[in-house]
């Protein structure tokens, strides 16, 4: 650790012991972090300790040189859980601002349900932390400029966390893509089935929720006024109010994955349609959608149509991958690998079978087929053979630890180039939100994918 960072630490004790009788109402003060030598030890927090707080704060101390120094949360048996998980010395708050207040946090995690995420984004970048937001990085689309030019201001290193971007699949269809192995994309399809209580948000709602241990007034934050309610808390996932319903969840990772892969900036169209088929609990979004988006032509890729679905009643086969289709194959993704189907159409269309050759006549059928040899040659009827390569991930292949290796090395370097910085973020959580838009207003929404602005 570099001696100016060892002296300002010491003055951390002095610093939490004021933030800490400063309570919520007050306005807090910004204290900057130092910049990172490439030797010194990355300190995090997370805010926002619930399931995924859990997986991306273990993820991120796979990596070498990260400490876990603070926790902030809602509920107070998560507080209870940081401290038996990851030691009792861990400070925690209900407050994330407190946190924002600590010289030793670096870099926070931001891990609440969606509807707090620009907030505390702005704040942490404002704070002079570097961060890593869940996705999606907002909850609306009017929210993704604020976040941006936050993080331009701020110098601040952002990674948006859909973390299976830097895993070895998805590099591997990238590579294959870039090396023309199917053509040009014409059509690309991904889908996110699930059939499970679980699967379908429904959560396990710990016994002793209550206004007592759930600061349900903060978690409202603009949302309406409505009393305590566990359900809504724990299981916010449900509700338009907090959460961005299956396409902000799961299309997002969806549309994260392809703009990766094919290096698109987004659809210029978006349609959504589905409905509430079975989870009929008193949720407000669907659980089923279907959504098409229209890909203009760019300099990285040709035109091409996305269909993205999720359905978390399918109690038929779940096959979950992405296809990407080209005029020469396929490349197929899922958790298990890539497959590349090549195969080539040849240049003489072929004739006879299910065409019209056969209602010819006799005489007309002579003088076709004399054309159609004089036209083609014996290598033009040849189109390439079906081949088959399948690519599987090494053992132990980590992409959330991954992820946060790219954030961290960014973090060290003092760069703002994260393989998922808030603008490739936003380019995916916009189309997505514009889903719900698409579905709630039941109509096609124009987006525009260069300028980030919604087409009027
Ligand atoms: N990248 C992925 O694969 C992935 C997977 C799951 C979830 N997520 C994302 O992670 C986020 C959290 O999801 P989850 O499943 O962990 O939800 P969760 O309900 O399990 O946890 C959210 C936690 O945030 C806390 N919280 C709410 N508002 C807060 C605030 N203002 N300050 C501090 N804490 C606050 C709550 O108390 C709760 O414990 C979501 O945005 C979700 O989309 C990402």
Redesign the pocket.
């Known amino acids: 650790m570099g001696t100016s960072r060892r002296k300002f630490l010491g003055t951390l004790g002095a610093v939490s012991a004021l933030a800490s009788t400063q309570g919520f109402a007050k306005p807090f003060s910004i204290i900057k972090s130092l910049s990172i030598s490439p030797n010194d030890k990355i300190r995090i927090a997370t805010?926002?300790?619930?399931?995924?707080?859990?997986?991306?704060t273990k993820a991120a101390l796979r990596n070498e040189g990260i400490e876990l120094v603070a926790a902030?949360?809602?509920?107070t048996g998560?507080l209870d859980r940081v401290k038996q998980t990851f030691g009792k010395d861990i400070f925690t708050t209900?407050?994330?601002r407190e946190i924002l207040q600590r010289p030793d946090v670096d870099a926070v995690l931001v891990?609440?349900?969606?509807h707090?995420?620009d907030?505390?984004t702005i704040d942490a970048l404002q704070a002079g932390k570097h961060v890593y937001c869940?996705?999606?990085m907002v909850h609306q689309i009017n929210q993704g400029k604020a976040v941006i030019d936050a993080w331009k201001k701020s110098g601040k290193t952002m990674q948006v966390?859909?973390?299976?971007i830097s895993g070895a699949v998805f590099a591997e269809a990238k590579r294959l893509l870039q090396a023309g192995e199917i053509g040009e994309i014409n059509y690309v399809e991904s889908n996110s089935d699930r059939f499970s209580a679980i699967g379908a948000w429904n959560?396990s709602i710990p016994t002793d929720a209550s206004p007592a241990t759930?600061?349900w007034d903060?978690?409202l934050?603009n949302a309406p006024k409505t009393p305590f309610d566990a359900k809504q808390?724990?299981?916010?996932?449900n509700y338009k109010e907090y959460?961005?319903g299956v396409a902000?969840?799961l299309f997002?990772?969806l549309i994260t994955g392809v703009h990766h892969v094919t290096d698109s900036i987004g659809p210029e169209r978006i349609f959504a349609s589905g409905g509430l088929s079975y989870w009929k609990d008193g949720r407000n979004v669907p659980d089923v959608m279907v959504a098409i988006l229209d890909y203009p032509k760019t300099a990285q890729h040709s035109d091409f149509q996305m269909v993205l679905r999720v359905n978390f009643a399918n109690a038929g086969t779940i096959n979950n991958n992405t296809r990407i289709i080209g005029t020469e194959g396929q490349i197929d993704l899922s958790g298990n690998g890539v497959v590349l189907s090549k195969k080539k159409l040849p240049k003489a269309p072929g004739y006879s079978g299910y065409d019209s050759y056969f209602t010819f006549s006799d005489e007309q059928q002579a003088e076709f087929k004399k054309s159609y040899d004089a036209q083609y040659s014996e290598a033009d009827r040849k189109g390439e053979p079906v081949k088959e390569i399948k690519f599987t991930p090494p053992v132990g292949d980590d992409e959330?630890k991954n992820h946060f290796a790219d954030f961290f090395a960014n973090v060290r370097s003092g760069s703002q180039k994260t393989i998922e910085d808030p603008i490739v973020g936003f380019r995916a959580a916009a189309p997505v939100l514009a889903c719900n838009d698409s579905y709630f207003q039941k109509k096609p929404i124009g987006w525009n994918p260069t300028d980030m602005k919604l087409k009027k």
């Open positions: 805010i926002g300790m619930g399931i995924q707080g859990h997986y991306d902030a949360d809602l509920y998560r209900r407050d994330y891990v609440t349900p969606d707090w995420h907030k505390i869940e996705k999606p966390g859909s973390q299976r959560y759930v600061d903060t978690f934050r808390f724990f299981r916010w996932r959460g961005t902000g969840d997002v990772h959330h």
